[in-house]
């Protein structure tokens, strides 16, 4: 996964007005500055509401209301693990709770090293392949304990 | 001598169980072999129980090997794979295998087999064929076609596409819209995914043909974040569809122009519901709107718009091409045409099965699913998402229908069918549908924002055995409350799957089984 850089207000600015010329561009610019910064730091939402002519209130609305805009950086990596009913009826809420205990996190926390931050997802539409998950980006189907646990150690390698 | 071809398949679902890695051990192979193959990326057959399924163009056509590990591709070379050699992962060809073989594959005919970003190949197998018929038949023709034919809206709610489209093409206005909802959230579906990544050129001329028919210039499909991979394959499509004049000013050598953006999502469940998509699109917090004004006549940046969901527009080109009878004649009484039914979730044969209206519950779990992978009894299934009714066995001659359906209190909204064996708690499952539906509430409406917190709590009274007949009324009114004072389908439909398991698995809450019989 591409690292994100820290936040840099000049930058954010750039990202803004190259998404100005779109219709509604609220969404594009939050993705665009999640992909940058990998959240949607708070000196964002006065930039945003500036440039469209918005409600600091309004922006803030907006991002709070979608859960893929995070408000804090996450950890090096970030690993979504499905908790929608196709992967729970392949025991995917006994290898959640197991993710949980071994990385002493809870949903949408980072781990104590920084490495790792552990998302719910509502479904990625691996039904079939269940259970589900998604590290950066990447899929991964059919999952037991012992791929997860893998799948998690090769994340947390420094 | 032409390159031997391999067909190795890129749909996510695929590459979950690594297709890529065995990718790479063909290319790693081929090298060390000597060889020289052409890999052809496909989207995926919809055997995911079979994935990777990595076929080879032999004399005798296609033939399907699966499931294939990376570690596995030495010895296939081994094997004589490239002539269709024998090997205990050879399934043989693809057409004959049981799950394949009893389809009608009308909206998913090419994927899985087309090299989904050649427009060259689409066009071979007989894609654009009907972007041409549209175009030589005007705009009411379209519309009629389209009527006539019988397709209902494919998201869930089964609205008949015709009517919409001609309601937005009667309406007047300088611009209009085109919106296709690719926001498939619910659980136990990916037909959405399986075509876009599979056959994106298919959604692309649907979307052109309805925006021909309904006068708009543009198109948005508003997309799922948590599909990076059909954005990507769909971005590219458009780009290769506007080089090659499928899109753009002009599109196809006629007066219509027709372009698309794509919209990424960000997490909101809700989004999918029409409405709530429409503001998302505008760039506001994704809110359920009061319907009237229907997005027919105010959508889009408040012009006429026509929202269909992904299958309804990848329908359209086979329904122009061959024409609306021969789509008609199949189905079972007011659904008409196919439905690809998504088998998901704890079946054997997990994937998906495009057939015509009518097979039963039962039909499709026992029988195309060959019941539970964990290889216990089968206990319920969920149909329709996280807002469809849970089923017993006893129910499981129900005909999938929408009207069937919606007469045993469920729905079989996208046609996702998620099957649990009798290791399932359907007190935690009715309890996770209100917890689902707090998380995703738009919280525009107050059933539906409050309502179902409060459905998390009284659901947690009655397991742990608290005033159990009286918290058991309050929760059938909480879910009467939900279902005729919710503003849009998520506070209105989450009853189902709790009202349901209660009705049917009242051992789960404390009460007495019913002992097979169902519930009056």
Redesign the interface.
């Given at each position: 996964m591409r690292r994100a850089i820290p936040w840099s207000s000049a930058r954010a600015q750039e990202i803004i007005e190259a998404n100005l010329s779109?219709?509604?561009?609220?969404?594009?610019i939050?993705?665009a500055l999640q992909k940058e910064f990998g959240y949607i730091d708070r000196e964002a939402v006065p930039l945003i509401a500036q440039a469209?002519n918005l409600s600091r209130a309004?922006i803030h609305?907006?991002v709070s209301?979608?859960?893929?805009?995070r408000e804090a950086p996450p950890g090096r990596h970030v690993l979504k693990l499905c908790r929608?009913?196709?992967?729970?009826?392949?025991g995917a809420d006994a290898l959640a709770d197991k993710a949980r205990e071994n990385l002493r996190v809870g949903w949408g926390e980072t781990t104590a090293d920084g490495r790792l931050t552990l998302e719910p997802?509502?479904?990625?539409?691996?039904?079939?392949?269940?259970p589900?998950a998604?590290l950066d980006?990447?899929?991964?189907?059919?999952l037991d304990q012992g791929r997860l646990s893998a799948l998690i150690d090769q994340a947390r390698r420094p | 001598m032409t390159r031997p071809r391999i067909f190795v398949p890129r749909d996510?679902?695929a590459?979950?169980?690594g297709s890529d890695e065995v990718e790479r051990a063909i290319i790693a192979a081929e090298r060390k072999l000597g060889l020289n193959v052409e890999i052809v990326r496909t989207g995926s057959r919809?055997l995911?129980?079979l994935?990777p399924m990595i076929e080879i163009e032999t004399a005798e056509g296609r033939i399907a090997y699966g499931p294939v590990k990376s570690g596995d591709v030495e010895g296939l070379f081994a094997a004589n794979w490239l002539d269709g050699g024998p090997h205990q992962l050879r399934l043989g060809r693809p057409e004959d295998i049981p799950f394949l073989k009893r389809q009608t594959r009308f909206t998913f005919a090419r994927c899985g087999i087309v090299d989904r970003l050649s427009l060259a190949d689409y066009r071979a197998l007989g894609g654009l064929r009907g972007l041409e018929r549209a175009l030589s038949l005007g705009q009411a023709t379209i519309v009629e076609e389209v009527t006539k034919s019988g397709l209902r809206g494919r998201g869930g709610a089964g609205f008949p596409t015709g009517i919409k489209w001609r309601t937005t093409a009667e309406a007047q206005a300088a611009q209009k819209y085109v919106v296709c909802n690719a926001d498939?959230?619910?659980?136990?579906?990916?037909a959405?995914?399986m075509i876009m990544e599979g056959d994106p050129f298919c959604l692309l001329e649907g979307m052109a043909i309805a925006g021909i028919a309904v006068g708009a210039t543009k198109g948005f499909v508003y997309i799922r974040?948590?599909?990076?991979?059909a954005i990507e394959i769909l971005r590219r499509a458009i780009e290769i569809g506007r080089a090659e004049n499928m899109l753009g000013t002009g599109i196809a050598g006629s007066a219509h122009d027709f372009d698309i953006?794509i919209?990424?999502?960000?997490?909101?469940?809700v989004c999918g519901e029409e409405t709530a998509l429409l503001d998302?699109?505008?760039?506001?917090?994704?809110q359920v709107r009061a319907k009237p004004p229907l997005p027919a006549h105010k959508g889009a940046?408040g012009q006429p718009t026509v929202v269909n969901n992904v299958i309804s527009l990848a329908t359209v080109p086979a329904i122009l091409a061959g024409g609306a009878d021969a789509y008609r004649d199949l189905g079972y009484g007011r659904s008409r045409g196919t439905m690809p039914i998504?088998?998901?979730?704890?079946?054997k044969y997990?994937?998906?099965f495009e057939a015509a209206f009518g097979l039963t519950l039962g039909d499709i779990v026992d029988d195309i699913g060959g019941g539970t992978?964990s290889g216990r009894p089968v206990r319920a299934v969920?149909v329709g998402g996280?807002l469809g009714a849970y089923f017993p066995r006893a129910l499981f001659d129900t005909p999938f229908d929408y009207e069937a359906f919606t007469a045993k209190n469920g729905l079989i909204g996208h046609g996702?069918v998620?099957?649990?064996?009798d290791t399932?708690d359907m007190a935690r499952?009715a309890r996770?549908a209100m917890e689902?539906c707090s998380?995703?509430s738009?919280g525009k409406c107050t059933p539906c924002r409050i309502g179902s917190t409060r459905g998390v709590e009284v659901i947690d009274r009655i397991v742990k055995g608290e005033r159990r007949a009286e918290n058991l009324t309050l929760l059938q009114e909480l879910c009467e409350t939900m279902r005729f004072g919710s503003l849009c389908a998520l506070g209105g439909f989450v009853p189902f799957p709790v009202t349901s398991a209660i009705t049917h698995f009242p051992e789960d809450f404390g009460g007495a089984p019913l002992g097979g019989a169902v519930a009056a």
């Open positions: 779109l219709d509604g561009p609220a969404l594009p939050l993705h469209l309004e609305g907006v209301f979608y859960h893929d805009f929608a009913e196709a992967c729970q009826s392949m997802v509502f479904c990625l539409g691996l039904c079939a392949c269940a589900a998604m980006g990447r899929v991964f189907g059919g | 996510a679902g590459l979950s169980l919809g995911f129980w994935e498939e959230g619910d659980s136990g579906t990916y959405d995914r974040s948590e599909y990076p991979n953006e919209r990424v999502g960000a997490g909101a469940y998302s699109l505008e760039g506001k917090r994704g940046f998504q088998i998901a979730g704890n079946a997990r994937g998906l992978a969920q996280p996702g998620v099957v649990f064996d399932v499952q996770f689902f998380i995703e738009c």
